[in-house]
């Protein structure tokens, strides 16, 4: 079964470490998996893309090592050094879940759209396929963000995938630089109305409606920023606490 609408799940989280050291899916990330009412005769069929950090092996082995803890079916697609499928989209359209692991978001738009997964994405998302990530695997579901993908400076990214009509702010509460220039690229236009997640938050749309805000740790939270008479304002959205 499908997820009831489209749905994206796009976060600053969906990971932790475990007690023993190694990779553990967090609750954002379950929560992707549970809206995706997946039957209870099977697995979750989760895939991974590493794409914003170049599809490193080693963290492919830990993802897989998260999946097998958690239940899930997991497979990685890779696009480097070329698609480890044959066909992108149907692999897509075969799956619960998508989850988008982090780097850089200009760099990962790119190669998308090289082999088609812009397209590939918008159709796994409207027959129910449930899409998530986090960081470039969070903003890269809006029409843009924030980003270091071109330096240590922080900059604009302006031509993300626009599934949803927002833009994203990530890591909203730990690194200090994003606040302020999410509020001066919504100021002056460059961003329209952005969502913006703490670290450990995520946001649950059904189609481009904004749901709520669900939360792995205590204490943090989602934010609206638009521009309102001339003005900058930012709404603190209060998440629901996701069972450990």
């Not at 497979?75 to 799956?95: C, E, G, N």
């Amino acid at each position: 079964m499908p997820a009831e609408r489209p749905t994206i799940v796009a976060t600053s989280g969906g990971w932790r470490r475990g007690a023993r050291g190694g990779l553990e899916w967090a609750g954002t990330a379950h929560e992707a998996v549970r809206l995706a009412q997946v039957p209870s005769s099977r697995r979750p069929r989760l895939t991974y893309l590493g794409t914003a950090g170049g599809d490193q092996r080693g963290w492919a082995a830990e993802v897989h090592a998260a999946g097998a803890r958690a239940g899930f079916d997991t497979t990685v697609l890779d696009l480097f050094p070329m698609p480890s499928v044959d066909d992108v989209a149907l692999h897509l359209l075969d799956q619960d879940v998508v989850w988008v692991g982090g780097g850089s978001v200009a760099n990962l738009l790119a190669v998308w759209r090289v082999h088609g997964l812009d397209t590939a994405f918008r159709a796994a998302w409207g027959a129910g396929v449930v899409l998530g990530g986090v960081s470039a695997g969070s903003i890269c579901w809006f029409t843009g963000g924030t980003t270091d993908s071109f330096g240590p400076e922080l900059r604009a990214v302006t031509d993300g995938l626009g599934l949803l009509p927002y833009g994203n702010g990530v890591h909203y509460d730990s690194e200090e630089r994003r606040r302020p220039l999410v509020h001066a690229l919504v100021g002056d236009g460059t961003l329209g109305e952005t969502h913006c997640t703490d670290d450990g938050v995520g946001l649950v749309y059904a189609g481009t409606e904004l749901v709520e805000a669900v939360a792995e740790v205590d204490g943090k939270g989602a934010y609206v920023v638009r521009r309102e008479g001339g003005e900058v304002v930012e709404t603190r959205v209060e998440p629901r606490r996701l069972p450990s």
